[in-house]
């Protein structure tokens, strides 16, 4: 049983949840419903390999689903997206009769699961989406994303490559659950070996971009 359906077998009102998250999410490889999708993979890994028993799941999957659903409006509102989509997700689940402690619990998480805020996870499963969001920043897919997202952004090679170097290969250091570290510290070879290789290919042609 996925993540998503062990959720939907507590909260019935979960499959209208996932259904909107996913039209509003859209196909953006990179920050969109595939995005959603991947870290809800890494947040199941973690809670099989932590064996948590004490989740809540309906939180945790809509949580997840929700977390970058205000990134798209970050620019034009000046704000960071972990505000806005904690917001927007407030609003919906209120709308559809959802508790206020439950609502809170999904902001808070989503609150936290940004590397650039700095907001510290206290709960659970902020923890988990934390590293399961981080977890789809690095390896091959990590890599993939950057070069996605930069080509959207016009973003160059240098500053894509840099943009590796100032964060990304820092996130192993931000993971809460020993397994998710574990899994970090093995992809975070693949961008170590990526950045190497494009260094080594520059240094060959004598280029510097
Ligand atoms: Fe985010
Ligand atoms: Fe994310």
Redo the contacts with the bound molecule.
């Keep these: 049983m996925s993540l998503f359906e062990k959720a939907a077998s507590v909260e019935p009102k979960l499959a209208e949840v996932l259904a909107i998250a996913e039209l509003a999410m859209g196909d953006d490889q990179a920050?969109g419903w595939p995005h959603v999708v991947r870290a809800s993979k890494y947040a199941e890994a973690i809670v099989i390999s932590e064996e948590l028993h004490d989740v809540n799941w309906p939180v945790l999957c809509i949580a997840i689903a929700l977390?970058?659903v205000g990134?798209s409006k970050e620019k034009a509102l000046g704000r960071h997206?972990?505000f806005i989509?904690a917001e927007m997700a407030g609003n919906m689940l209120i709308r559809m009769g959802f508790s206020h402690g439950f609502t809170d619990c999904v902001k808070k998480a989503i609150l936290a699961?940004?590397y650039s805020l700095k907001v510290r996870p206290e709960t659970i499963e902020s923890k988990i989406l934390s590293d399961a969001?981080k977890l789809d920043a690095i390896g091959a897919i990590g890599i993939a994303r950057v070069l996605y997202t930069s080509c959207g952004m016009r973003r160059g090679f240098k500053e894509s490559i840099e943009h590796f170097r100032q964060k990304i290969i820092k996130l192993p250091d931000y993971m809460y659950f020993k397994s998710a570290k574990k899994i970090a510290v093995k992809l975070i070879e693949e961008v170590n070996t990526f950045i190497q290789w494009y260094e080594e290919q520059s240094f060959l042609l004598e280029i510097n971009i």
């Design positions: 920050h977390h970058d990134r997206h972990s989509s699961h940004s969001d």
